[in-house]
């Protein structure tokens, strides 16, 4: 599919998407346009219930006067209301309900508004950037796929006065789309095609784009001492792997910042072993290593100017005659121990020596990790929100105004010792769950005890927003890539501005 921009004006053919603010004001062009088709688009609004609410639509097929296929009318709201989420979201819905009438030519008007609050390249720029994940699939096992069941979108236009600044801006956001649509990609791989190995190599890829990448094996990861993420694969057939990602795009001595990722390929529960009911969705259950992939792309796509370092902690969690058994007690790299009271509480041991793991080599200035770590997470905030927790306020304050500003929101919630009595072990230095109360945030209290000398951490609970089951304006149902728009707000606005 073809994207670009062009300069205002009404196209011969095709489908057309125009703005129309609250109360029912047509936009500039879409004044021109009403006037070309003697007033069709006045008639539609008076005749129906279409008054220009932000995210309202109204298709208008085939308009006399013109050669258009379709006219689509999108909702504004307010001009000075406008956010840059906003204009993703007109982006993302213009596509999708023009390829939904088999369209095969959009254009999208991006009208220079009084009051608009985003400026008309960083609009149009963001329109382009929603079209663009709304836009995304993952197809490529459909083998007999019926034709009208394809989108037959093929180019993409968005109109603007401010094209070749569009074009500037569109840059970065491009790089972006390229991270979320990794990460989309990665999570929605079947487990018998991602296994920890193949993710390896899939990271491997990533040199092309300027990334350093280092894979460990078992053996130099048993070497190093890395008990807690080995235990959680020794059930498996497949081979974990642990990945660095590297970006240099900062000063040359300057501590990176560092995002870690758990990468459970499958997720059986191992010998606490999960329902049937629903497991084939735990193919997902890697969804923090393809965030972290994804953003290192993105870094480097749009030489971020800053270091920083990706790890992604991969293994596959199968029951077996050598797997990891509830009772057994396990090493961390860190020389902690833990007993492992619940196989399926395996995420915690693959972070934990991956956060030692980046501190003892890269003496990180902050640490972010991301995790599908517990269904309690899901319980408490649903699909809207992912669970932050965090030894810092600055850090955790930044965060929460990134996802706001992305559109990939967060919530933070409490870190207190007094949680740690439910990790309390008789035999080893802690157990690896805490019981059913406050899940989420005993998960958080374990992560923590392996956070050195008060660097800045955050844990992102990301099992809520990792997979969607419904569609939304700029995420298709499926993986959604939740993580890589937050986390490159995140860099661009704390350590490169």
């Known amino acids: 599919m073809k994207l670009g921009f062009s300069k205002r004006a009404l196209p011969e053919t095709g489908a057309l998407a125009v703005g129309v603010l609250d109360g029912g004001t047509l936009t500039p062009l879409a004044e021109e346009l009403d006037a070309l088709t003697e007033g069709a688009l006045t008639r539609a609004i008076k005749g129906g219930l279409f008054t220009g609410k932000r995210d309202q639509t109204l298709v208008l097929p085939a308009p006399a006067g013109t050669k258009l296929s379709h006219v689509l009318l999108l909702g504004l709201g307010p001009a000075a209301e406008l956010t840059a989420v906003h204009c993703q979201n007109l982006g993302g819905t213009a596509y999708g309900r023009l390829a939904a009438v088999g369209a095969e030519s959009v254009a999208i008007v991006v009208d220079d508004l009084a009051g608009l609050p985003v400026a008309p390249a960083e609009a149009a720029a963001e329109v382009a950037f929603g079209a663009r994940l709304a836009a995304y699939r993952f197809d490529?096992?459909?083998?007999s796929e019926k034709k009208e069941d394809k989108p037959r979108v093929k180019k993409i236009t968005i109109l603007t006065d401010a094209a070749r600044p569009a074009k500037t801006a569109w840059a970065a956001r491009e790089a972006l789309a390229e991270g979320?649509?990794?990460?989309r990609d990665l999570?929605?791989?079947?487990?018998?095609?991602?296994?920890?190995?193949?993710f390896a190599k899939r990271a491997q890829e990533l040199e092309a784009v300027g990334l350093t990448v280092k894979v460990l094996d078992e053996k130099e990861m048993a070497r190093l001492g890395m008990g807690a993420l080995l235990g959680v694969g020794q059930g498996s057939a497949q081979d974990s792997r642990l990945v660095t990602l590297e970006w240099a795009g900062g000063k040359k001595k300057a501590d990176p910042v560092a995002f870690v990722g758990k990468g459970v390929c499958f997720d059986s529960g191992g010998i606490s072993i999960k329902?049937?009911?629903?497991?084939?969705?735990?193919?997902w259950d890697m969804g923090g290593a393809a965030v972290v992939t994804g953003l290192m792309k993105t870094l480097a796509l749009r030489k971020a100017k800053l270091n920083a370092v990706g790890i992604l902690g991969l293994v596959e969690n199968m029951p077996s005659g050598t797997a990891q058994r509830p009772g057994d007690v396990v090493t961390s790299l860190s020389g902690q121990t833990i007993e492992v009271?619940?196989?399926?509480?395996?995420?915690?041991?693959?972070?934990?020596d991956a956060l030692t793991y980046v501190q003892d080599t890269f003496n990180p200035k902050a640490i972010i990790d991301l995790a599908t770590l517990t269904g309690a997470i899901i319980i408490s905030l649903g699909s809207e929100h992912a669970g932050l927790f965090s030894n810092d306020d600055t850090l955790a304050g930044a965060l929460a105004e990134a996802g706001l500003a992305s559109g990939e929101k967060l919530w933070r919630l409490p870190l207190d010792a007094a949680y740690d009595k439910q990790l309390k072990s008789e035999i080893a230095d802690m157990k690896n769950v805490g019981g059913r109360e406050a899940g989420s945030i005993t998960a958080a209290q374990f992560l923590k005890r392996f956070i050195k000398n008060d660097t800045p951490w955050a844990h992102l609970d990301i099992a809520g927003v990792t997979w969607s089951k419904k569609d939304s304006p700029t995420v298709p149902k499926g993986g959604t890539g939740f993580g890589v728009r937050l986390l490159d707000r995140l860099v661009s606005e704390t350590w490169e501005s």
């Open 187 to 198: 999570v929605s791989e079947p487990a018998n095609i991602l296994s920890p190995e193949e």
């Open 140 to 143: 490529r096992y459909r083998t």
């Open 180 to 183: 979320v649509i990794l990460a």
């Open 275 to 283: 329902p049937a009911g629903g497991m084939e969705d735990m193919k």
């Open 341 to 352: 009271i619940n196989t399926d509480a395996e995420g915690r041991l693959v972070l934990a």
